[in-house]
C-alpha cells in the first residue's frame, strides 16, 4: 500500500484526489489545502488540513499547487529526507528543497474539475533522482492506468511547450474556424466530424504523412482564392504563415 | 429507386462509389473514368467506360473530377435537361454547364482511396437551384446516413476554407510538435491523449468556451520562457502569431 499525502486544491490535484481514492494499493492519508473551504467537501472521507506543519506521514507527498509556488511549499515542509513530487510539466526537479527526496510526477492533459476524467489516457512523465523513488512513481502512475514515461526535466518543458502548439493554438484554429463560418451563417458543427478525423488519423500516421491540401499541393490558385476570400487580416496572417511552414516541410 | 452515374475516379468518386453500392433505394447504373485502367476492377459490380458519349440514362449524375476539369466535363456531356452535381467545396453551382440541371453534393471530410470510410460522420453539404432537385440530393445524402446540409455556394466555399484551418492547418501544429519533441529526444506518443481530447472537447463546447493555457491567462512569464525555449525562427513565429491571436480572441 503507497501512501500519499497531496498538497494543493487546484484542478490537477482535484483529478489526482479522485482518481488516487478509487485506486487499489494506494491511499490518500491527507489532504492540504491553503484554503480549507476548496476541499471542505471532501471532509467525510480523508484527512483535510490547511496547516502544513501538521502534515502526517507518507510515502510520498504530492505538490500540486501553481508553478510560482511550488518551490515556497517545498520548502515549508516540515519534514527532511521523504519523496516529494510536483505535478508541473515546466517547473524544474531542482526547484523542489533539496532537504527531501525530489521528484516529478506530471499528467500530460487538460484538466476541469467539474468533469471526472480516466487515467487510462493520462500519460504521466516521471522524473526521480533516485531510482527506487522512480520506481515508485511509476508504480502509481500505474496502478491509476496510466503509461508512464520516464522524462528529464529539459524534456518534460519541451514536451509542455509542444502541448501548447497541439492544444491552445489548435483551439485556437478552431475558434478562427467558427469565426470564418458564423461569418457566413454556416453552422460550425458541420466541421465538428473533420476536426476529429484530423485529430484521430494521426493517432497511426505521422502528421507528415497525414498532410493534405492546397499548401501541401502547392495549388497555388486555391491558396490565392483564399488569401482574396479573408477579410479578417489576423485570419490572414494564420493562413499565410501555415501555409508556408507546410510548404517548408514539405519542400516546396 | 434512385440512379446514379458517377464520373471521375479519385478518392471522392471511390469513396461515394463504394457507399452508394451498399445503400438501399440507390444504384450506381455506370461508372465514368477517363483512364478505364483506374476503375477497371470494379468492372464485375458496374458498368465502366472511358467514353463520355456512351452515358447511359439516370437521375442524377455525379461528377467527382479536379476543381479545374468539373466546368469542362459538364459541357461534354451528350444529354440535356438532367440532374448534374459536382462534389467540390471550391467550385460554384454556376461553372456547371447551364444545359443541364445543376446542383452540388459536396461531403465535408478527408478522403483517402484506400479505407473505406462510414458516410454517417461526413455531413454533405447540398445545393440546387430547383427544390425537387434540392429535395433529391437531401435523400441521397440520407441513404448514406449523412447529415446534410443546404449551403449555398459562398457559404460552401467559406467552409472549405475554415476545414484549411481545422484541418491542413491544425495538422501543421501536430507536425511542428512532432518536430520540437523530436529535437530533445521525447516520443511524440505522449502528446496524442491530448491531441484527442482537444479535438473531443469542442464537440460540445465552443472554441472560445475550451480555451486554456499561458496566452489565455496572459501568463507573461511562461510565453517569455517558451520563446526564449524556440531555437527555430519558424515555430517562434508560430507560438507567437497563435498567441497573439488567442490574446485577441480573449481580450488581452
Redesign the interface.
Known sequence: MVSIVLIGAGNVATQLYKAFSKANGIVVKQWYGRHLDSIASYRNEVAVTDDISQLVTADVYIISVS??AISTVSEQLPFNDRLVVHTSG?VGIHDLNMKNRRGVFYP???FNKASEMSFV???I?IEALQKEDEDLLKSLANTLGSKS?K?NT??R???H??????????????????E??E?????F???????????????HM???M???????RNDK??IK??LK??ENE?HK???E??TS??Q??HGR
Chains 1, 2 share one sequence.
Open positions: 508553478d510560482d515546466s500530460l492533459q487538460t489516457d493520462v500519460p512523465c514515461y522524462l529539459t524534456q518543458r519541451v514536451l511547450l509542444a502541448a501548447v502548439y497541439v492544444n491552445n493554438f489548435t483551439n485556437q484554429l478552431y475558434r478562427v474556424a467558427h470564418i463560418t461569418s457566413e451563417g454556416v453552422d458543427e458541420i466541421l465538428k466530424p473533420l476536426i476529429l478525423e484530423t485529430a484521430s488519423k494521426i493517432q505521422s502528421p507528415y497525414a498532410q493534405t491540401g492546397p499548401a501541401k490558385k486555391t482564392k483564399h476570400m479573408l489576423h496572417a494564420i493562413y504563415l501555415m511552414s507546410i517548408k516541410t
